[in-house]
């Protein structure tokens, strides 16, 4: 890995996202008396940054390998961005689900003409039916977030902000299963030399706050927070990288979400999913230490159910 | 009224606005078969387009007016632009209001240090809390939408428009007071040589559509429309240039509203109130007539209840 593979990365996929704008706030700057800017991929295709990492894992596939599509277990954005960068690129995409997913998840995924293939509501059942796609179809497996192609494709965000505000003292990103965090900071690395990266972290979900402190990956007993993106753990990719190159990692409480997300709708007019709300959120619990500071905060999707909001 | 008065007003207010983005979407470019670029009014300051206005008005006073403070009666978005406007401009803005009105919209103007006079809730109540400020404190009264100042500075969101898509064939705006519609109209005819306007209604409240038949103008009997920034009338200062250069009215129900106010919010992923929903449902439910054309339609703001949403 190094600064080449980025910038190989950044140019193979830039056909097939947008580049998502850069937006800020007045108020908020006010509120936080320092200077934010939001990387909006909530208006990435199909609503969120997943579509980098999973653009970059198929392109990255021989043409052999495309012909036998691409199989990958996700109920959420990752499922869309497969199903969607697929079917750009003509390749058949196999999408495990859990069979009580939401109907909207199974719908989104079918509007980009993924193949979804049900089964029980439990890891191990959803193995195996990736695995048996795998073996009978031949199709290449394809992980939301821990593959180095994935996490590549996802450091493509920072790299555009960085280009756009080459002076940020830091970026944040949320931490779920660790594949944006980890991509943004390899981009901070290589493109910045002052940028440092922090990642917000529900309280009640701090797998990579605790693995950071025992130095091995840790996982959650329960998954109680209402950032849905969230509630799975780091893998053994990304993990060095995010051990090497976050500074550290902020932990929020559930009612700071929920606030943050409920003030980046008010005053920006924008639809984030609570997710993307937890880096904000760690910065308004911590205006001391961002205060005059330049600070980039990457808004990772806007997909939400507008009938069932948090707030 | 000239061209020129146009290009004054768009220069007088510049220092004071956001030039806002136009935003656009391949998927409901994809649904409608036809190119539509949205004017992101709702990303203005304080929310709405009704800042072009106010700030023009205010901007067009004396030095004597202005310290003399201006007043308008308005539990909406012109009583938020007033005070921001007014503030901006070191002018005190006294804000007559229906004590009824909810707190969020009081608060919203108190977030603008705007002085609330609260009154009862009937327009006679209105009209005379505000004489009574007029006369008690020389100060000068703005309409929302029937004043000359206040519709040309409206009219400088289709001017940014057509700058940037100068081969527009069509421009929709919703129709309330009719200080909208009127000034995209006078921009469109002088800042375009073929592009038409069209304003969208709500037929629960239909008074521009009949007016335009009638040729005097309509009020309505009632109020039921999810468009709450459309509950109101034309005024003799927008009502002819209406008649003359707007084309056409389209109306559409309550749900085609909501309907269309859902694919904005979940497709574009930005937050827009109910009222600027409305041109594009008439675009939804009129798809033959607007095939193969380039449509642009201006979302005239993004001050919606959260918590309390239609859908």
């Known amino acids: 890995m190094n600064k080449q593979t980025l910038i190989e990365t950044h140019n193979r996929i830039k056909p097939f996202i947008h580049k998502t704008p850069v937006l800020s706030s007045s108020l908020i700057n006010e509120m936080l008396g320092t200077e934010v800017v939001f990387k909006c991929e909530n208006f990435q295709k199909m609503g969120a940054f997943k579509m980098r990492g999973a653009s970059n894992a198929i392109l990255s596939l021989s043409e052999e390998e495309r012909q036998r599509g691409v199989v990958t277990h996700s109920s959420g954005n990752f499922a869309q961005a497969v199903s969607l960068a697929a079917k750009k690129l003509g390749v058949k995409a196999y999408i495990v689900m859990p069979e009580n997913a939401p109907q909207v998840k199974k719908d989104a995924v079918k509007t980009y003409e993924g193949e979804i293939i049900e089964c029980e509501s439990t890891p191990q059942a959803r193995e195996a039916a990736a695995n048996k796609i795998k073996e009978e179809k031949g199709a290449s497996f394809l992980h939301p977030s821990n593959q180095d192609e994935v996490i590549y494709g996802n450091g493509t965000a920072a790299i555009e902000l960085l280009e756009e505000y080459p002076e940020l003292d830091v970026i944040l990103a949320p931490v779920g299963g660790g594949g944006l965090i980890a991509g943004t900071a ?4 290589y493109f910045s030399t002052k940028c440092k990266v922090i990642g917000g972290e529900p309280m009640e979900v701090d797998d990579a706050y605790r693995s950071l402190i025992s130095g091995k990956i840790e996982t959650n007993d329960s998954f109680h927070t209402v950032a849905d993106g969230l509630r799975t753990h780091l893998g053994d990719r990304n993990f060095p990288i995010i051990k090497k190159h976050v500074e550290k990692i902020i932990r929020v409480e559930e009612d700071e979400i929920v606030d943050a997300m409920q003030i980046i ?36 999707g806007g997909n939400v159910d507008v009938k069932n909001l948090p707030f």
Request: overall charge positive.
């Open 186 to 189: 390899l981009a901070a690395n």
């Open 265 to 300: 709708w008010e005053r920006m007019k924008i639809i984030i999913e609570p997710s993307c709300a937890v880096p904000f959120a760690a910065v308004l619990k911590n205006k001391e230490e961002f205060k005059n500071k330049n600070v980039g905060i990457i808004l990772s």
